[in-house]
């Protein structure tokens, strides 16, 4: 079956430090999103990639970057942790734009902690 | 930048009672989804609503657009502890219509 994954599920570093989240999916889909999730924020987007070699910006994007080399990886680096990148990370990806009905799909996300 | 607010943040009852869940923003959206999420886990799809003022029901949920197309409301008829979890709606615009704009979510909590 196809499936969307997240590694690690869990991670601890120090402030200063470069992290890489992994994100890797089996669907296909042209689309990948990273999120990041903290209470009463909801999900809120760092980067997204409708294809390979293409990488977009969101709405919290300073500090982290993202490469996308092929159809199913997204890689997230956080450049240079601080504390307040300490969170829930979410990869997702969904298939091209169908007239809004497009559904992502999400990965169990990684608990990042930075001390 | 464009927000979607939901209301209540926290929502804790009781097995059976009827709930209501608001998604409102000043923005237009071409199309509205809700998701659930689970602790552990990532959102998971339960429904896209795409047309002003359309009503979609999965079982004891009932999802509506609102008629501008600027807000929405999830009703959830005699609540399950089943139903417990973190309720998100998410907005997509004419222009993007493959990014999604996430609310701020509500977490409801059903005691048997």
């Known amino acids: 079956d196809a499936e969307i994954t997240q590694s690690p599920r869990h991670k601890i570093t120090e402030t200063g430090r470069q992290v890489t989240l992994a994100c890797h999916q089996t669907?296909?889909?042209?689309?990948m999103f990273w999120y990041r999730q903290d209470l009463g924020h909801g999900l809120r987007l760092i980067h997204y990639?409708?294809?390979?070699?293409?990488?977009n910006k969101g709405e919290v994007s300073d500090g982290y970057s993202v490469s996308r080399s092929n159809t199913e990886d997204l890689p997230l680096t956080l450049e240079s942790a601080a504390s307040s990148q300490t969170s829930v990370y979410f990869c997702?990806?969904?298939?091209?734009?169908?007239?809004?009905?497009?559904?992502?799909?999400f990965g169990p996300g990684t608990r990042l902690t930075v001390l | 930048t464009q927000l979607l607010e939901q209301s209540p943040q926290f929502l804790s009852i009781q097995e059976g009672e009827n709930l209501t869940v608001y998604c409102n923003s000043s923005?237009?959206?071409?199309?509205l989804q809700w998701y659930r999420q689970e602790p552990g886990e990532g959102p998971v799809l339960l429904v896209t609503?795409?047309?002003?003022?359309e009503v979609k029901k999965l079982k004891r949920l009932t999802f509506q657009f609102g008629d501008a197309r600027k807000d929405s409301s999830l009703h959830i008829t005699a609540a399950q502890p089943g139903d417990t979890g973190l309720y998100l709606c998410?907005?997509?615009?004419?222009?993007?219509?493959?990014?999604?704009?996430f609310g701020t979510g509500t977490r409801l909590q059903v005691f048997p």
């Open positions: 997702a990806s969904s298939p091209p734009g169908t007239g809004g009905f497009n559904e992502q799909f």
């Open positions: 669907w296909n889909h042209n689309n």
């Open positions: 990639s409708y294809g390979v070699q293409d990488t």
């Open positions: 923005s237009v959206f071409s199309s």
């Open positions: 609503v795409v047309t002003g003022g």
């Open positions: 998410a907005g997509a615009t004419a222009y993007n219509t493959d990014k999604l704009i």
